[in-house]
């Protein structure tokens, strides 16, 4: 398997998808065959898993059960999707991948990132990304962004909100310090031109 895999992780906000794209049309545009992709990416079967997990009836839906179906939803995309394109020499670049589930799942809903961590090395046969790029947004940057309406008064969801994107960019940021030679962090908080810039060096290091 010679192509090289990417994934792109940050809270709400990061502007990672913009940066995706852009990076896209760059490789593509100097010969490359880059693959953007995103899970579920249009497996069918990884879809229906995700229509699961996102099924607003499903209240009750236990966290390890969450953390499995996003497992089991990341491997049929992996397997269906990712590999193929790597097997073919292919650049793959996946927003989102088994450090979502480390920080959403292992920190921020409290299952553990070691649990998480294992379970997700059974659903990917141990397939990490050669590089992840960790888009650094502090929430309340990254919420804004997203809420073009932030001249509304905050109230208790939205305090509820922010407590728990506080915890996914704590979780982030610990998962950077666990696998420093893998995650690479980039300031976010910048103009996107210049993350641009700094997302494409970090790329073409590994290239
Ligand atoms: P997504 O639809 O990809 O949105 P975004 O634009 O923020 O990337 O993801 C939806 C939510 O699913 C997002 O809040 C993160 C969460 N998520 C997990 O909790 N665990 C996971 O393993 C993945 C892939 C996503």
Known sequence: MNGVFITFEGGEGSGKTTIANMIKDTLTDEGYHVVLTR???GVD???????????VK???????TEALLYAASRRQHLVEKVIPALEKGFIVICDRYVDSSLVYQ?????????EVYEMNLFATDNKLPD???FFDVKPEVGLKRVHT????EVNRL???KLDFHQKVYEGYLEICNKYPERI???DAHVNVGEVYRQVLERIREIL
């Open 39 to 41: 899970e579920p990416g």
């Open 45 to 55: 079967i990884a879809e229906k898993i995700r229509d699961v997990i996102v099924d």
């Open 58 to 64: 499903n209240t009750n839906m236990d966290k390890k």
């Open 106 to 114: 292992g920190i921020a809903r409290g299952i553990g990132i070691d």
């Open 131 to 133: 590089r992840t790029i």
């Open 149 to 152: 309406d932030s001249q509304r």
């Open 158 to 160: 939205d305090l509820e």
């Open 184 to 186: 690479v962090k980039v």
